[in-house]
């Protein structure tokens, strides 16, 4: 399909009336979710995202088999990085999996040069960090707040309610989706179904430059394995760590492969900067594949990766190169929220976050 990509204009972006009041709102909301998650633990977890389901190493392949357009940034050249990724749920606490939420996927690519975003000086590192829709749920960052404070008020809430809920919201959602419909705010609340998360498709949701261009970032499976997961249902009951069981037996047995894919804005109307949650047709853009992430045989998940990753390492748009900036709202109330979340997970642990720069430094 031939399209015509936007370039980017520094005018595309007009930040919201209030909305350093509104980050510095969304990073005290944060802080207090992980304030209240380590006083229940007693160790510091991610303020969202905190489950890990599977930590995995892998590598990114990169070819020129695509478009000139599609060639920039880390995907200008051909090249082979190691990766490491992260499935999550995205709470700041660790609820049983029969509490439904939507999926996560953070993915960090190690050894990458360039010149580097803000705050990324002296990293080799670029992350794309997702989640298993292909919008937002909310469009701005001062939607983002209220949702935030919503999950701050539940993140004490006794599980047994919270398990309640997610199986009269599953319901919800299944209805709605039996007519052809989706809501985002049913399984943002725990009414996502029970499926496999290694089946999922992920989306960066947000926009980024993508060199001259604006882009939205995707990874789907490409393994016949994976794909036949997609949709799948997971047997939860009297299993608190359901997906992390299933994926540990996945790689016990099998190696995966996913693609990374690109969408170039074609139309701003259509493919808004600073919506959020629109999703872009995909009828106007395709998404293109530019790598192909591939994982072996591998113990995807123990108590020496967890500290590696869960605790040791953090995920963040804003760790990459400058050639991939994140743009509009979301993205930039989410810098400051994430260094607050890392920041008081190695305040709290001891530990300071690691950045790999080369392949031996890679913890798992």
């Known amino acids: ?71 920039q940034g880390l995907f200008a050249k051909p090249g082979t990085y190691p990766v490491v990724l992260r499935f999550s749920t995205n709470p700041g606490d660790l609820l049983d999996d029969s509490i439904s939420v939507p999926r996560g996927l953070a993915v960090k690519v190690v050894g990458v040069e360039g010149e580097r975003l803000p705050g990324s000086a002296g990293q080799s590192t670029q992350d794309f960090v997702m ?19 919503l999950l701050a008020r539940t993140t004490d809430t006794p599980q047994a309610f919270k398990k309640a809920i997610s199986a009269v919201l599953r319901t919800a959602e299944a209805a709605v989706e039996a007519v052809g419909g989706k809501s985002a705010t049913l399984t943002q609340l725990g009414g996502h179904p029970n499926t496999y998360i290694l089946g999922e498709t992920f989306y960066s949701q947000t926009p980024f430059l993508y060199g001259p261009y604006i882009a939205k970032f995707s990874v789907a499976p490409a393994s016949a394995a994976l794909k036949a997961l997609a949709g799948r249902k997971v047997e939860v009951s009297g299993r608190p760590e359901a997906l992390r069981e299933e994926v540990l037996a996945f ?62 390492m953090s995920f963040s748009p804003w760790h990459g190169l400058a050639a991939h900036r994140p743009l509009g709202s979301i993205n930039r109330a989410r810098r400051p929220a994430y260094e607050m979340s890392s920041g008081f997970r190695a305040e709290h642990s001891g530990c300071p976050m690691h950045e790999p720069r080369v392949a031996e430094e890679v913890p798992i």
């Not at 802080?31 to 590598?59: F, M, N």
């Not at 989640?131 to 404070?149: E, Y």
């Not at 959020?276 to 992430?293: F, H, K, L």
């Open 131 to 149: 989640a298993n829709a292909p919008a937002f749920a909310a469009p701005t960052a001062r939607a983002f707040l209220g949702n935030a404070k």
């Open 1 to 71: 399909m031939s399209i015509t990509p936007i370039r980017y204009q520094p005018g595309f972006e007009h930040p919201e009336p209030g909305e350093e009041e509104t980050v510095r709102e969304l990073v005290e909301t944060m802080r207090g979710i992980a304030e209240t998650t380590y006083q229940d633990y007693g160790y510091p977890v991610r303020a969202v995202h905190a489950k890990s389901h599977g930590l995995l190493r892998g590598e990114l392949s990169v070819s020129s088999a695509f478009a000139p357009a599609y060639a």
């Open 251 to 312: 790689f016990a047995e099998q190696d995966a492969e996913w693609d990374l894919r690109v969408q170039l804005c074609t139309d701003l109307e259509a493919m808004p900067v600073e919506d959020a949650s629109v999703e872009w047709p995909e009828a106007e853009s395709p998404y293109v594949t530019v790598g192909r992430i591939r994982v072996g045989r591998q113990p995807s998940w123990d108590e020496a990766r967890s500290r590696a990753v869960d605790l040791g």
